[in-house]
Every structure is written in C-alpha cells, then in structure tokens.
C-alpha cells in the first residue's frame, strides 16, 4: 500500500524566502505525482503534475521535482509571497490504481 | 465559469438525517471522485466513476454512502442516518483521461457538520 509524507508538517517564513517542500513516497511504481495548494476551507488547486517519466515541471515562481528511486518529490517556491499561505499537498497515482493517495500536507505561513 | 462545482457548499443536519450532495464535473471529463477531508489530513479516497460505472470503493464508504452518476455527466453522493463522525469535508474531483495519466480537477467541497 502506497504511503506518502510530507515534511515539514508546518512552515513559517518571512516574505522573499525561497523554499523546499518534502513529499515521499513508498511504492516508486508511480503514474504520475501532483501537487496541489488548499486555502483553508477551500477545495483543492492543481499546481504541478510530474508523469513517471518526466524529472520536473516548471509554473512561474513554482519547480517541482521527481525522483521516483528514491522516492521523493520536492516542491520549490521562489521569492515567496504573504498570498503563497496555504497547505500544499502531493499526490500520487500508482501501483495499477487510478486513485491518488495523498500526505496530509504541509501549512505554509509567509509573513510579511 | 468551467471549473468543477459543489453543491451545497454548507450542510448543518441532526444526527440520523439524510443528506445529498451533488457535484458537476468539468463537462468533458470522463472520470469522477469522491473524497472526504477531516481537519489536518490530505484527502481520503471514497469512490470514483468512469462515465456513469462506479468502478471502486473505498472501504471507507459504509453502506450508509451511495452515489450515483446516472447519465455520466453530475454525481450525488448520499448519507443516509448520519453520524456525528461523518462530519468533513467532501470534496469531488474530475479529470480526462484514458489511461492511468490525468490532472485532476476540484471542487470546493461540500463542508458538513452533524449536530
């Protein structure tokens, strides 16, 4: 069964920072990897999606990565901005099922 | 607008009542999925459709969920005699695709809370 985790489970950074968010995985027979912002009580936002045999996508200020043999994805955000607040969550498609399993996310704080 | 809506956006019921929810895709999408979201955790798969075939469950999906998508376009999701541990997010998602790969499309959720 698919498990996935992200790290840190919370962020707080001062505005203009550039950061790194952890997803991991443990079956590296993925589809596909998807990350998604949440704003609280809010449905969720498609950021990136990586297919199995792509090493990263690219969306404005947004970079994310894939290393399916370690098992892990990473999410960059450049320059970050108070409006990036928001939990963003990875999801991954494997393992012959057409359904994601997703981390629980990670609680972004940019203050000013 | 074109995106994936939910409706309604707020429930509030008594314990034991019934409640329906209903999604609308993205119009061309073929593919459709029900999630539940509690507080501080990702999104807990409950079922998903390929046009109008419900093809998985989760066994998270008690019998007291059913849904339906019965022409292949909108989806309903109901819960009959519900539980003060129903109450969640339920968010739907579509996507296009015709095979494994497929970006997938939210709604803004269905919040319910059982009194």
């Known amino acids: 069964k698919q498990e996935v985790t992200q790290i840190p489970a919370a962020l707080s950074v001062p505005e203009g920072e550039n950061l790194v968010l952890n997803c991991s995985f443990t079956?590296?027979?993925?589809?596909?990897l998807q990350w998604f912002r949440q704003d609280p009580g809010k449905g969720l936002t498609s950021l990136l999606l990586?297919?199995?045999?792509?090493r990263e996508q690219t969306s404005g200020r947004l970079n994310a990565s894939l290393d399916k043999s370690s098992g892990r994805s990473t999410l960059y955000i450049a320059a970050s901005q108070p409006g990036d607040s928001a939990t963003y969550l990875c999801a991954v498609k494997g393992g012959g099922s057409y359904i994601p399993t997703f981390g629980r996310g990670t609680s972004l704080i940019v203050h000013p | 607008d074109t995106g994936v809506s939910q409706n309604p956006r707020h429930k509030i019921t008594k314990r034991g009542q019934n409640v329906t929810f209903r999604c609308d895709p993205i119009s061309e999408h073929n593919r459709l999925y029900w999630y539940r979201q509690t507080l501080g955790q990702g999104p807990e798969f409950l079922t998903y459709f390929q046009n109008e075939a419900q093809l998985e469950k989760s066994r998270l999906l008690s019998d007291r969920f059913s849904a339906e998508r019965p022409k292949g376009s909108f989806s309903t999701l109901e819960i009959q005699r519900t539980e003060q541990g129903d109450s969640a997010m339920y968010l739907c998602?579509?996507?296009?695709?015709?095979?494994?790969?497929?970006?997938?499309?939210f709604g803004p959720g269905t919040r319910l809370t059982v009194t």
């Open positions: 990586i297919q199995s045999s792509q």
């Open positions: 998602a579509s996507s296009f695709q015709t095979g494994i790969k497929g970006e997938q499309y």
């Open positions: 079956d590296s027979a993925i589809y596909n």
